[in-house]
């Protein structure tokens, strides 16, 4: 068995490598074979397009129409494989004709979802597959009118990354295989639909919407968002959708997002999707931000009334080059889109606001980076780079390893080649590879070869292997020491020493500042401490999430109960995973804490994304 199965390997090897090396454009050449995540077979068939048709479905919470696929048969075989979740096929045709074909499906696995495979002629280019999506899909939320801001009309959403677009479009579901696609979108009259792809800005009357993707893209970046939203320009290529009740607020603190698109531009090359535009959805979206082409999604959450978290749109807007332009091939490649795009975020950061405001960022991310480590364990093959999520959620990638692991490694490799010729690598490397997948190995190859290149005193400086492929944080980490933030621990440190907190110097604090002296003071302070601060400076009633989160934590271990309430209302009304995981995990400490944890969560539930649900369910039981 084992042989046989080395046999097979190896034949896949073959057949892959040789179509690598014989396919002329960027868009036919599956960068992948050995995605585990994936049971689609890119080099034997490869798709190149999607129509969908689709009607949006608010009563009965799904989306049921057709996928019409284009794909390439490269070895001549007689099977198209697709990944699907949870999907309801009724037919499936072949040909322009469609005449109508046999399909099955594989095995249910865990996390992964059921193989479909479609029986074709060699001579087929396309099949259409008649479906309809569950209403438990995974990618998408329905919410009732009242979980939204104007409490009027429903609304949905997807998520498809990681492996989620396979809940609702039947695709091959690797990041290394790349598509256009096109839509036709029906729903209720009075909504707006908007997709990864280029939009109309205008509230279409019959409730029909075209859309078009030209450019090839990962299926983890498809999405649709449905609901009763306006836009607002912010320039020649930038906007804003958000419902009409939120959008005078979105307008203010997305003011820069311009200036952040024409930054970006400036620093790694034009920017290549036509417009950057964002919608702000509601407050159950379980990320901060995605990164969908053309049409970031957001969380409501960033919006401070200050401007201070808007960082988080440059992160999104980096991911236009590393991610969306330049994928991780595999998820085990993750920190190839999340450790580049954090390095660009700050970046765009610097060139925005100046450096100590972009150090307070990246010190802010050290340290939770080393909380990471400490948690994983600084021996844990979890905290390498590159990582092994076969048989495992790719969601467990998702952590500070990737996202500040990877930062700090470009950081390094700047401070060690310097600026000038980081960043005529990272250009080159960008330009290079648009519209293709890397793999970290390849990575590797093309990081000696072009920016190395024979330096053998910069490698032994910088030591990539140690950081790639090694636990914990490589000794030769690059450190940051923000000087505001220095000012805001030692106030912290000063009000455990006993100054009185009417005392304390926080005149002009940004967010940043406020997290770090949070982040300063003991775990376990006293009722009174904690009173006198919330006296003072109004925490548990202030309007940020960031600060709302860190505070929290504070008054659940110190069991502070004037904070109950608004800890019970933030939980079931956010949903992003990054607040509400640590709260619910400083809540089931305590037998009391847990009690109060699994009331709250009862009521919560319905209201988080399927992502978060997941989370929180191992956490609360
Ligand atoms: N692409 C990610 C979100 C993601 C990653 C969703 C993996 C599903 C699986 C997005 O770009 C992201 O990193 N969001 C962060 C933003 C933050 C780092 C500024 C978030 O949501 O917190
Ligand atoms: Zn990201």
Redesign the pocket.
């Given at each position: 068995m084992f042989k046989f199965k080395n046999l097979v390997l190896i034949a896949c090897i073959l057949i892959y490598s040789c179509h690598m090396s014989t396919t002329p454009n960027n868009q036919d050449k599956p960068m992948t074979n050995s995605d585990v995540h994936s049971f689609a077979k890119p080099a034997e068939a490869v798709v190149t397009h999607i129509h969908l048709n689709l009607n949006v479905d608010f009563e009965n919470h799904i989306l049921k129409g057709f996928a019409k696929i284009n794909f390439k048969n490269i070895t001549g075989t007689h099977q198209l494989i697709l990944d699907t979740r949870d999907l309801k096929v009724s037919k499936i045709t072949q040909g322009e004709n469609e005449t109508e074909t046999k399909y099955q499906f594989g095995e249910e696995v865990k996390f992964l979802g059921k193989a479909l495979s479609i029986e074709v002629e060699t001579s087929t280019t396309q099949v259409t597959v008649y479906y309809e999506t569950s209403p438990d899909a995974g990618a998408l939320m329905w919410l009732t009118p009242e979980q939204t801001a104007g409490k009027q009309f429903p609304f949905m959403f997807s998520q498809s990354?990681?492996i989620l677009a396979r809940t609702w479009v039947p695709c091959q579901d690797g990041p290394g295989v790349k598509f256009t696609y096109s839509a036709d979108i029906t729903c209720p009259h009075s909504l707006m639909a908007l997709m990864s792809a280029e939009n109309d800005t205008l509230l279409h009357k019959d409730g029909v919407y075209h859309f078009n993707m030209p450019q090839p893209i990962s299926s983890y970046l498809m999405a649709i968002a449905v609901g009763d939203v306006r836009f607002h320009s912010f320039g020649k290529n930038t906007g804003v959708y958000a419902e009409p009740v939120m959008m005078e607020r979105c307008i203010y603190e997305f003011e820069d997002m311009q200036k952040m698109v024409d930054a970006a531009g400036d620093l790694y090359g034009e920017y290549a999707w036509g417009r950057y535009d964002m919608i702000v959805l509601p407050p159950s979206f379980p990320?901060?931000?995605?990164?969908n082409p053309r049409l970031t999604f957001a969380t409501p959450t960033i919006i401070a009334g200050d401007r201070s978290l808007v960082?988080?749109v440059a992160?999104?807007l980096a991911?236009s080059w590393s991610g969306n332009l330049v994928t991780n091939a595999t998820w085990n490649d993750f920190w190839l889109n999340?450790g580049f795009?954090m390095y660009f975020e700050n970046r765009i950061m610097e060139k925005l606001y100046g450096r100590d405001y972009a150090d307070m960022l990246d010190e802010l991310g050290f340290n939770e980076l080393q909380e990471t480590v400490k948690e994983l364990g600084d021996t844990s093959i979890d905290t390498h780079l590159f990582l092994s999520l076969k048989d495992r959620d790719p969601?467990d990638g998702?952590n500070d390893i990737a996202?500040i692991k990877g930062q700090f490694f470009l950081k390094t490799v700047e401070h060690v080649v310097g600026r000038e010729r980081m960043d005529v690598f990272i250009n080159k490397y960008f330009t290079e590879h648009a519209f293709q997948s890397m793999t970290t190995e390849r990575f590797i190859t093309y990081f000696n070869e072009n920016l190395i290149n024979g330096d053998t005193a910069s490698a032994n400086k910088i030591q990539l292997e140690k950081w790639i492929y090694g636990p914990g944080i490589p000794e030769n980490s690059f450190r940051v020491k923000s000087v505001l933030l220095e000012k805001a621990a030692a106030q912290a440190k000063e009000f455990i020493a006993g100054k009185p907190a009417k005392e304390l110097v926080t005149k002009d604090w940004s967010t940043h500042e406020w997290l770090h002296f949070l982040r300063n003071l003991p775990e376990g302070m006293s009722r009174e401490q904690i009173a006198e601060l919330d006296k003072k400076f109004h925490f548990t009633m202030s309007g940020n999430c960031e600060i709302l989160c860190d505070w929290f934590q504070h008054t659940i271990t110190s069991n502070y109960l004037p904070s109950e309430a608004q800890l019970e209302i933030f939980l079931e009304n956010v949903g992003r995973r990054?607040f509400i995981v640590p709260l619910y995990k400083a809540l089931v400490k305590t037998p009391d804490g847990k009690a109060f944890a699994k009331k709250v969560y009862t009521m919560a539930r319905p209201g988080y994304h399927s992502v978060a649900q997941q989370t929180i369910d191992e956490m609360v039981n």
């Open positions: 990354q990681a990320f901060g931000g995605m990164e960082a988080l992160h999104e991911h999340e795009t969601d998702m996202y990054k």
